[in-house]
């Protein structure tokens, strides 16, 4: 019971992001090690929420697109695979549909908040401020405690249902699992670098995979020679001056 609760407000908090500014408690590196603290692995849980950010790096909400729920998916996909003993094979593999369905519940929610609206386009009008304030945090508490109740639930009542159907799943079964958690991130940073990519960032990313490839440099190196090459581009090369800006540009701006 207190696992579950725990879980259903760390469900909870990770619809919080956009109340604290968009710090990104909504990821899966950060939810992820949270449930295998309250469960008493943190380390499968990071080992879990480094798995299922590489696949959900990519997923962005953009205009009327809904993607899937990772938050959901995150929380309930890491809780089930640390309470069945499993691996991160086995959180990737629930994950996915229980984003999808918790994306589907969403936007449920989403139709319901939808409603408040001509009561707040009325107070608007009045100039009634603390009745706007009102189904601001209405409309945030429907969202927030109607995923942690989800959680919550699922996890008291699914925990040995899940149990049952992981110990049921053939070991052929389990080995594709463990194939697609190889391959799914790579999938997560093409659909990220699909957003980013340009002719000036290719060379970047080939010389990126060289270094990790054919030279067989540990990712943290990588990652540090990138931070040089930006410092190195941006305050010695543009000296201060931000990429793709030139000194009128600038001054424009900070007349602006």
């Excluded at 019971?1 to 990821?27: E, H, P, Q, S, T």
């Excluded at 959900?56 to 995150?74: E, H, L, Q």
């Excluded at 249902?161 to 991130?185: D, R, W, Y």
């Excluded at 290719?202 to 990138?226: C, K, W």
């Amino acid at each position: 019971m207190m696992n579950a609760l725990l879980i259903g407000l760390v469900n909870a908090i990770g619809y919080c992001d956009y109340l604290f500014g968009g710090i990104m408690i909504n990821r899966p590196i950060v939810l992820a090690p949270l449930v295998g603290l309250v469960l008493g692995d943190l380390q499968t849980g990071v080992i879990i929420g480094g798995t299922l950010e590489l696949v959900f790096m990519g997923v962005v909400a953009i205009g009327a697109a809904t993607p899937p729920d990772t938050v959901t998916g995150s929380v309930l996909g890491t809780a089930f695979a640390i309470m069945t003993g499993s691996g991160p094979e086995i959180a990737l593999a629930l994950a996915l549909p229980i984003a999808m369905l918790s994306q589907a519940i969403k936007i449920g929610i989403y139709l319901i908040r939808a409603s408040l609206m001509p009561k707040a386009i009325k107070y608007a009008e009045e100039g009634n401020s603390k009745g706007m304030e009102r189904i601001h945090w209405a409309s945030f508490a429907l969202l927030t405690v109607s995923m942690g109740v989800i959680a919550f639930v699922s996890i008291l009542m699914g925990a040995e249902a899940m149990e049952s159907f992981v110990n049921s799943i053939p070991t052929q079964v389990l080995e594709g699992m463990k194939s697609a958690a190889g391959l799914l991130p790579a999938v997560g940073f093409a659909l990220l670098l699909k957003m980013m990519i340009s002719k000036k960032m290719a060379i970047f990313y080939v010389l990126g995979f060289v270094l990790a490839s054919y030279m067989q440099l540990p990712i943290m190196a990588v990652t540090l020679m990138g931070v040089v090459i930006a410092v190195i581009i941006e305050f010695v090369i543009g000296e201060g001056t931000p990429a793709g800006l030139n000194k009128s540009d600038e001054e424009v701006l900070f007349d602006e």
